[in-house]
C-alpha cells in the first residue's frame, strides 16, 4: 500500500548546526504535508505544514520544502538547539479522502552541546 | 497546556485480564483517533470517530473496541489483553475538515502486557 517514509533513523548534529531531516512520500494524491515533533514520553506536537501548491514555508527556525517532481519532503532547522532533540514524524494528507493523516516511520535527531 | 487527556499514563497488567484506556478533550472536536505506536517508530491508526455514536476501524487490525457517547470521550478497550497488545497509545482530535493543523494528541498510555 501507499506509504511515508523517513531516509534516516537517526540523525546526530552539533548545537548551533541545521538539520535537515527528510521523507519520501507514496501518493502522488496527497495534497497536505505535517511535520510532528515527538518528546519523550509525549504525543506528537504540530511543527509546520505544507499545501501541495506551495515549494516552501517558513515558521520560526523551522522550514519545510516539498518537491513535487520526486514526492520529497524536508525539514530543515536552523541553529539546532539541545531541546529540539526527538523524534520528527512527517505525515501526508489527501484532502479529497478522509484528511486522516498517514505517518511515516521517525527521525531520532540527537543534537550533541 | 495540554487540551487532551489521557489515563492511566503508565499500566501494567495480566493478560487475559479486561482494560480500558481513556482519552478526553475539552476543545470541543468532532473527530477523534486512536493510534498505536511502537518506539521511534510510525503511528498505526486503530480506530477513529467522526462524531457522536460514529466509530471506525482504521487501517491496523486491532483486537480493542471503541466507543463515543459523548463527544470528549472516546475510551478504548481491551476484552482480553495479550502480550503482543504492549505499546504505545495515542489519543488524539481534530477539528472538523482540518488535515492536520488542528490535530492534538495526547500524552499517550505505555501498556505493558506480562
Known amino acids: 500500500g501507499e506509504s511515508v517514509g523517513l531516509h534516516l533513523p537517526t540523525l546526530s548534529v552539533q548545537e548551533g548546526d541545521n538539520s535537515i531531516i527528510n521523507c519520501a512520500y507514496s501518493?502522488?494524491?496527497?495534497?497536505?504535508f505535517i511535520w510532528y515533533k515527538q518528546e519523550s514520553g509525549k504525543g506528537p506536537q504540530f511543527i509546520i505544514d505544507?499545501?501541495?501548491?506551495?515549494d516552501k514555508r517558513q515558521g520560526q527556525r523551522v522550514t519545510v520544502l516539498l518537491n513535487k517532481t520526486v514526492k520529497h519532503l524536508s525539514l530543515q532547522i536552523a541553529a539546532t538547539q539541545p531541546g529540539d532533540s526527538a523524534v520528527y514524524f512527517c505525515?501526508?494528507?489527501?484532502?479529497?479522502?478522509?484528511?486522516?493523516?498517514?505517518f511515516g516511520r521517525g527521525t531520532s535527531l540527537i543534537v550533541h552541546p | 497546556e495540554a487540551d487532551i487527556y489521557q489515563t492511566p499514563r503508565y499500566l501494567v497488567i495480566g493478560t487475559g485480564k479486561k482494560i480500558t484506556l481513556e482519552c478526553s478533550q475539552t476543545?470541543?472536536?468532532?473527530?477523534m483517533y486512536w493510534y498505536q505506536q511502537d518506539p521511534g517508530m510510525e503511528l498505526h491508526l486503530i480506530h477513529y470517530?467522526?462524531?457522536?455514536?460514529s466509530t471506525e476501524k482504521g487501517d491496523l487490525s486491532s483486537e480493542s473496541t471503541v466507543s463515543r457517547i459523548r463527544t470528549e470521550h472516546f475510551p478504548l478497550t481491551l476484552e482480553s489483553a495479550r502480550p503482543s497488545h504492549t505499546s504505545q497509545y495515542l489519543c488524539?482530535?481534530?477539528?472538523w475538515g482540518q488535515g492536520g493543523y488542528g490535530y492534538t494528541f495526547g500524552s499517550g498510555t505505555r501498556l505493558t502486557v506480562v
Open positions: 505544507i499545501r501541495s501548491n506551495m
Open positions: 488524539a482530535s481534530s477539528e
Open positions: 476543545m470541543g472536536h468532532d473527530k
Open positions: 501518493n502522488s494524491a496527497s495534497d497536505y
Open positions: 470517530s467522526y462524531g457522536v455514536n
Open positions: 505525515a501526508e494528507t489527501f484532502s479529497g479522502g478522509s484528511y486522516i493523516p498517514t
